[in-house]
Nanobody, 123 residues
Framework: QVQVGESGGGLVQAGGARRLSCAAAGRAVSKDAMAWFRQAPGKERQFVASISWSASNTYYADSVKGRFTISRDNAKNTAYLQMNSLQPEDTAVYYC????????????????WGQGTQVTVSS
């Protein structure tokens, strides 16, 4: 089993930045791919970014490419999502997820999830 927990959400003004953290515990999570998803009210959960266990591979949704950066520190079993140039359309609950394999962008492919952290961007 893998336990995942997000932190770092909050209220930020448009154009601002925020860093989310995702702490994982359980089996050897350092070998898991990690990903961030987000879900706005009334919308489906949407892929944001993913990172392989070695951090050698990352992948981003077009909507965040160039603004968001995913990273990880395996010594701390923690993944991060640095979000810059935030816009009101980035407002959502942000979820962290873990998977033993890398390359998945469908939420259904991730067996381990955190509870989510709310990010609200005001205009």
């Amino acid at each position: 089993q893998v336990q995942v927990g997000e932190s770092g959400g909050g209220l930020v003004q448009a154009g601002g930045a925020r860093r989310l953290s995702c702490a994982a515990a359980g089996r050897a999570v350092s070998k898991d791919a990690m990903a961030w998803f987000r879900q706005a009210p009334g919308k489906e959960r949407q892929f944001v970014a993913s990172i392989s266990w070695s951090a050698s591979n990352t992948y981003y949704a077009d909507s965040v490419k160039g603004r968001f950066t995913i990273s990880r520190d395996n010594a701390k079993n923690t993944a991060y999502l640095q979000m810059n140039s935030l816009q009101p359309e980035d407002t959502a609950v942000y979820y962290c997820a873990a998977n033993s394999g890398y390359g998945y962008i469908q939420a259904a492919s991730y067996p381990y999830w955190g509870q989510g952290t709310q990010v609200t961007v005001s205009s």
